[in-house]
């Protein structure tokens, strides 16, 4: 039995992030540009905190909205305790390496204060343990994110980058919080942690209300924004806008690994064949379309975002599979990933700090200036390439295995998996390659001399490449007999953690292949194809920019740039047809508008519509038909006065309906709106023509046609909403008005008691339009006013 986690340990840690970030500026006025360690000191108390509740498994909580059974909880796992010694361990490394890196730049306090609440918005991902509160700390890392990745807000690109990021997120977030809604709405509770204490009666649930299929698509779109997949991935590349440190930061452990994090946490719950037929294919597919415009990337950070994407659908892919390979392949290359691609980013901002720019043609030969970094790339490189014995080759083997498997066992379309996790993996060798490629070969008569960087931006891609290849050799001297047991044991815990109940998973053991078998065989196919492919990537990125500049639709920001600046173009034109200074216009919107959303309400809804019964008897019958009447002839009444009348004429037919249904109370209260009402139609009518103007027949009938809508649409409304229970509230009025407020007044008893409140605000209304009204008064008598 592992002991629980202490609730004000997880407290302190997700809110200590969020404190330091208010009192940066403070800091910034003391330290300059020593915030950075003032900053890494905070992410590595985090990192403290968090190997404190290492061994600890439960949910802790408060109450927050107990009506609605929401808590302030957190939940306590391997996966919660992996990822957050991520987001806390590389945020030490980014705010070291930003000291140097941040030195010259503009705007570091709003940068350092933004990036410690991200990192807070991140470990209250990671720890939430309620449904609502994920999708708070879900939220706040866009908006930290859009802060960030707008850093540079006087530029242009940094703008767009920046909405487009916040727009994509966030629509993903909105889709997801849906799918926790439909999730609560099948369990009876938001508590993430008692959903997942008891996995299989949660699943149940869901199935048996039938919401499997629509919970599981709509937690799949939040994660796949979040996660940049397939075609949700156009807004990562723009990202790049940010400084280097952020990139490295969103790319290795925070933003984008929310979204796989989200899956590996709902995993347990949700797993089964959807799951499966969804997240593969969404995973491979991204894997093997990012993996193919990496190799077209014509900058550093560019490529570096693009297999970002790859990489993340390698993850998505292997949380897809439903078995414990597949739950490894997830866990092993976040892992993996976060190593090498925060060390490659950290080498891409050192590459441009120090040369002055990231383009391919205008780099090569860099390892003479700049030895140390040259062998920190080759380390991360060809990790990221799934080169064997590197980190990235072992976790793309488990794909491998797990895509085979899948495909042995179900036959048919299943064989493309692994088809396409072979082609995805020999674009990924280009890619790496490339990147590897500017440190070899002849270097450029216009680079001149690189100075070597600062160690502050030195020693952290070193510690990164050194873990990562502390891992690969573990491949290496477990193949000898002797496995790199605390990383083994440690996947190996948080795997299961991500395990649907009843899955079997005995121990988690990576190795160098000492036998031929098919993820071999794969990965030799893939190892081969790169290096072919390779030699000729030039043809490959002719014929992939050819294509998209031919056919501009291929191109997923085409996609995003129509939507957007089309709904901007629709919201223009909308505006200009509404707008129109005339309030005929306004109203007529209004009320087809009012009409068409409640019809759709109604028909998507299937309301059926009780039948009424009249029961008024002759008198109050006669009383209608002549109000209604002098309705029809207050339309076709030929001046203003006549239709006052006529309209004065249906107001007081009401007073004696009132009467007659012994409401006397409310008569006398007609009675009185309807004179005053009267006078001041007179007032105002004194000032407008006597008769009505000519009318296009054509207006006329829109306006008829709209008058009889609304008319029915009211109808169907009042009958609906009183078909079921039609006496229920003046039963309880009659029941309850001596009881509960001693008084025999029906009307009374509802303005004074059961209304008391809502009276007293209409009484405040109507006092502070005499305050305003008396006001004007006495300054226009003072000659203030016109």
């Known amino acids: 039995m592992q002991p629980t986690p202490d609730l004000w340990v997880l407290v302190a840690l997700v809110g200590l992030p969020f404190a330091a970030a208010a009192a940066t500026p403070a800091v910034a006025r003391q330290l300059g540009n020593r915030t950075a360690y003032y900053a890494a000191a905070v992410a590595a108390v985090c990192l403290a905190l968090v190997a404190s509740l290492a061994g600890t498994h439960g949910g802790a909580s408060v109450t927050w909205v107990g009506p609605l059974s929401v808590t302030f909880g957190f939940y306590v796992d391997g996966l919660a305790t992996f990822v957050g010694a991520l987001a806390s361990g590389v945020g030490v490394l980014v705010f070291v390496y930003s000291a140097g890196y941040m030195r010259e730049e503009p705007g570091q306090t709003k940068y350092y204060a933004t990036m410690l609440a991200f990192m807070g918005s991140m470990l209250g991902v990671v720890y939430a343990g309620d449904l609502v509160v994920l999708f708070c700390?879900?939220?706040?890392?866009?908006?930290?994110?859009?802060?960030?990745?707008?850093?540079?807000?006087?530029?242009?690109?940094?703008?767009?980058?920046?909405?487009?990021?916040?727009?994509?997120?966030?629509?993903?977030?909105?889709?997801?919080?849906?799918?926790?809604?439909?999730?609560?709405s099948a369990t009876g509770t938001y508590s993430l942690a008692a959903m997942l204490a008891d996995p299989a009666a949660t699943r149940a649930a869901v199935e048996q209300?039938?919401?499997?299929?629509?919970?599981?698509?709509?937690?799949?779109?939040?994660?796949?924004?979040?996660?940049?997949?397939?075609?949700?991935?156009?807004?990562?590349?723009?990202?790049?806008?940010?400084?280097?440190?952020?990139?490295?930061?969103?790319?290795?452990?925070?933003?984008?690994?929310?979204?796989?994090?989200?899956?590996?946490?709902?995993?347990?719950?949700?797993?089964?064949?959807?799951?499966?037929?969804?997240?593969?294919?969404?995973?491979?597919?991204?894997?093997?379309?990012?993996?193919?415009?990496?190799?077209?990337?014509?900058?550093?950070?560019?490529?570096?975002?693009?297999?970002?994407?790859?990489?993340?659908?390698?993850?998505?892919?292997?949380?897809?599979?439903?078995?414990?390979?597949?739950?490894?392949?997830?866990?092993?290359?976040?892992?993996?990933?976060a190593a090498f691609k925060a060390a490659l980013f950290l080498v891409a901002g050192i590459v441009a700090h120090e040369a002055g720019?990231?383009?391919?043609?205008?780099?090569?030969?860099?390892?003479?200036?700049?030895?140390?970094?040259?062998?920190?790339?080759?380390?991360?490189?060809?990790?990221?390439?799934?080169?064997?014995?590197?980190?990235?080759?072992?976790?793309?083997?488990?794909?491998?295995?797990?895509?085979?498997?899948?495909?042995?066992?179900?036959?048919?379309?299943?064989?493309?998996?692994?088809?396409?996790?072979?082609?995805?993996?020999v674009f990924t060798l280009v890619y790496s390659l490339r990147f590897l490629a500017v440190f070899f070969g002849e270097k450029p008569e216009a680079l001149g001399h690189v100075h070597r960087a600062p160690w502050?931006?030195?020693?952290?891609?070193?510690?990164?490449?050194?873990?990562?290849?502390?891992?690969?050799?573990?491949?290496?001297?477990?193949?000898?007999?002797?496995?790199?047991?605390?990383?083994?044991?440690?996947?190996?815990?948080?795997?299961?953690?991500?395990?649907?109940?009843?899955?079997?998973?005995?121990?988690?053991?990576?190795?160098?292949?000492?036998y031929v078998s098919p993820a071999v065989v794969m990965s030799a196919l893939a190892l081969g194809g790169g290096a072919l492919t390779y030699l000729v990537w030039e043809r490959v990125q002719a014929a992939v920019t050819g294509a998209?500049?031919?056919?501009?639709?291929?191109?997923?920001?085409?996609?995003?740039?129509?939507?957007?600046?089309?709904?901007?173009?629709?919201?223009?034109?909308?505006?200009?047809?509404?707008?129109?200074?005339?309030?005929?216009?306004y109203a007529t919107w209004t009320f087809a508008g009012a009409v068409g959303l409640g019809g759709l309400g109604y028909l998507a809804t299937s309301v059926g519509v009780p039948l009424a019964t009249p029961t008024l008897g002759i008198p109050l019958t006669v009383i209608l038909a002549v109000a209604a009447l002098a309705a029809l002839a207050a339309i076709r009444a030929p001046s203003h006065v006549a239709g006052v009348l006529a309209l004065s004429v249906v107001g007081f037919g009401v007073t004696v309906f009132f009467v007659l249904a012994s409401a006397p109370d409310v008569a006398l209260t007609q009675v009185v709106v309807e004179t005053v009402t009267f006078v001041v139609f007179l007032v105002i009518l004194d000032k407008l023509p006597s008769y009505y103007g000519r009318i296009q027949r054509s207006r006329a009938a829109r306006d008829a046609v709209l008058s009889v809508l609304v008319g029915g649409f009211v109808t169907v409304t009042t009958l609906v909403a009183t078909g079921a229970t039609p006496d229920s509230i003046a039963s309880y009025f009659v029941e309850n008005s001596v009881p509960e407020a001693g008084g025999h007044n029906l009307v009374n008893v509802i303005l004074v008691d059961f209304r008391g409140i809502d009276t007293m605000g209409e009484i405040s209304v109507i006092a502070m339009a005499a305050v305003a009204v008396l006001t004007l008064i006495v300054m226009r008598e003072r000659g203030e006013t016109p």
């Open 137 to 184: 700390f879900w939220e706040l890392t866009s908006v930290a994110s859009f802060l960030l990745v707008g850093h540079y807000s006087e530029e242009r690109e940094s703008r767009y980058s920046a909405r487009k990021a916040m727009l994509l997120t966030v629509g993903g977030g909105l889709f997801m919080l849906v799918g926790f809604v439909l999730l609560a």
């Open 209 to 337: 209300a039938g919401l499997l299929f629509p919970i599981v698509s709509l937690v799949g779109v939040g994660a796949a924004a979040k996660s940049a997949q397939f075609p949700l991935h156009v807004w990562l590349p723009n990202a790049m806008a940010a400084p280097t440190p952020v990139s490295a930061f969103l790319h290795s452990a925070t933003m984008v690994k929310a979204g796989v994090f989200l899956l590996g946490r709902m995993r347990p719950i949700l797993v089964g064949d959807d799951w499966t037929h969804i997240f593969v294919t969404l995973g491979l597919v991204t894997m093997l379309i990012a993996a193919i415009l990496a190799v077209c990337a014509t900058e550093l950070k560019e490529l570096l975002a693009y297999s970002t994407v790859s990489h993340l659908g390698l993850i998505v892919a292997g949380f897809g599979f439903s078995t414990a390979v597949g739950a490894e392949t997830g866990v092993f290359h976040i892992l993996n990933h």
């Open 357 to 425: 720019t990231r383009k391919f043609s205008e780099l090569g030969g860099l390892w003479r200036d700049l030895p140390v970094v040259a062998g920190v790339t080759a380390v991360a490189a060809l990790g990221m390439g799934g080169v064997p014995p590197f980190n990235g080759f072992y976790s793309k083997e488990l794909l491998f295995e797990a895509a085979y498997h899948l495909a042995a066992h179900d036959g048919g379309l299943t064989w493309a998996y692994p088809v396409i996790a072979v082609v995805g993996s």
């Open 456 to 514: 502050s931006m030195n020693g952290p891609p070193l510690l990164l490449a050194g873990f990562a290849g502390v891992v690969g050799l573990g491949g290496v001297t477990a193949a000898l007999g002797f496995p790199l047991a605390p990383v083994e044991s440690f996947v190996g815990h948080v795997a299961a953690s991500t395990l649907p109940p009843g899955a079997d998973h005995l121990s988690f053991h990576y190795y160098l292949p000492t």
């Open 548 to 585: 998209l500049d031919a056919v501009p639709p291929l191109g997923a920001d085409w996609w995003y740039d129509t939507l957007v600046f089309g709904a901007n173009r629709a919201s223009t034109a909308t505006h200009r047809t509404l707008w129109t200074d005339r309030l005929r216009t």
